[in-house]
């Protein structure tokens, strides 16, 4: 009975830490992680709604990210691990991700006029 209480409790002192996988050897910083994800998002992005932009232009995503961060798929894959094993600071890098999107989204959307919009409501016929 005593070894298995020291087992339990062995095992949950090591899932206390806030990181379950092991550090990379090239550990890539938290803004630049945000920088990855977010040129991943829009690359997914690119390819799910006009992958021909893609095609036509000879870019291959995965290629694209290893070579502009200067990673390969192991470090990208042991960065992601390692980042994900504390969802705490995984769920404030992808808000960070989603802030830029939404950004992003606003900056490329057409602004409306609200001088015109006023204007129109006003010389509107009115309804009997």
Known sequence: MKKLLLIVLSVFVMSCDSHTAPKPERLLGKDEMVDVLYDIALL????????????????????????KYKIDSITFAQNHTYYAS??????????????????????????????????????APAQP
């Open 44 to 67: 997914q992005s690119i390819n799910s709604f006009q992958p021909a932009v893609l095609d036509t232009n000879n870019v291959n995503a995965h290629t694209y990210i290893y070579k």
């Open 86 to 123: 504390d969802i705490e600071d995984y769920e404030k890098i992808e808000k960070k991700v989603s802030d830029r999107i939404q950004q992003q989204r606003d900056a490329l959307s057409p602004k409306k006029d609200s001088t015109t919009v006023n204007k129109a409501a006003t010389s």
